[in-house]
């Protein structure tokens, strides 16, 4: 995982160690806001080198840092609601996360909290929801499910599988006490309860792609 930190951005030192770690690496995920100092196209230009090694790149961000890195490729994004509205504009989810498929994502995952997780993929649009309204402290269920679906990827499990283990981890980082957390038992138990179902009709991937409003915020073109 590519985490930016706060200070200067050193682009040429950040690089040649980011490309040292591509050779060895499976995936890459590159999660978080940026930080003053870096560029908004900074995701674009790691995603842009994973793709040059051909490792798949998971890119979690949102608004003009997401749609830069959009362009370059990412096997998947993982928005949720509120980050996709700010990212494609006020339409439905599954209409959002095209959109960005359309800008460039090759599959696109959007939380939805308690409710699951919508995806668009090259091999169809799933939603996925949990067994239960897991109640609890929600920090970090983000990157449970993040993390799910990247070992997903690397693994190549086919889309309903890998959906139902992300939101089961997620579900259970939620129940967990401490804060990013979670129970081996309670993801074990959730795990077979997770409902995957394709979403229907398919329609056509959107044309129109977002682009950055006139004030620099998102807006769908």
């Given amino acids: 995982m590519v985490n930016l930190k706060p200070g200067p951005f050193r682009a040429g030192s950040l690089t040649v160690r980011y490309r040292r770690l591509l050779r060895t690496a499976r995936a890459v995920v590159l999660s978080g806001s940026l930080p003053l100092g870096v560029p908004p196209d900074a995701y674009g230009q790691l995603v842009a080198l994973a793709v040059e090694a051909r490792v798949p790149a998971v890119l979690d961000a949102e608004g003009p840092a997401l749609l830069a890195g959009l362009a370059a490729g990412p096997a998947l994004i993982k928005p949720n609601a509120a980050e996709l509205a700010a990212t494609a504009g006020p339409v439905d989810p599954l209409t959002g996360a095209r959109l960005l498929r359309a800008a460039g994502a090759r599959a696109v995952v959007v939380s939805l909290g308690p409710g699951g997780l919508l995806a668009s993929t090259p091999e169809g649009d799933w939603r996925a929801r949990p067994p239960e309204d897991a109640r609890g402290n929600p920090t970090g269920a983000g990157d449970s499910a993040v993390a799910?679906?990247?070992?997903?990827?690397v693994a190549g499990t086919p889309w309903p599988e890998r959906l139902a283990e992300a939101v089961a981890l997620s579900a259970a980082t939620v129940l967990a006490p401490l804060a990013g957390s979670?129970?081996?038992?309670?993801?074990?138990?959730?795990r077979p309860l997770v409902r995957v179902e394709p979403v229907h009709p398919p329609g056509p991937t959107p044309t129109r792609t977002p682009s950055p409003g006139p004030e620099g915020g998102p807006h769908p073109a």
């Avoid at 799910?148 to 990827?153: E, I, M, N, Q, V």
């Avoid at 979670?182 to 959730?190: G, I, Q, V």
């Fill in 148 to 153: 799910a679906l990247t070992a997903g990827l």
């Fill in 182 to 190: 979670f129970d081996p038992a309670d993801r074990s138990r959730l």
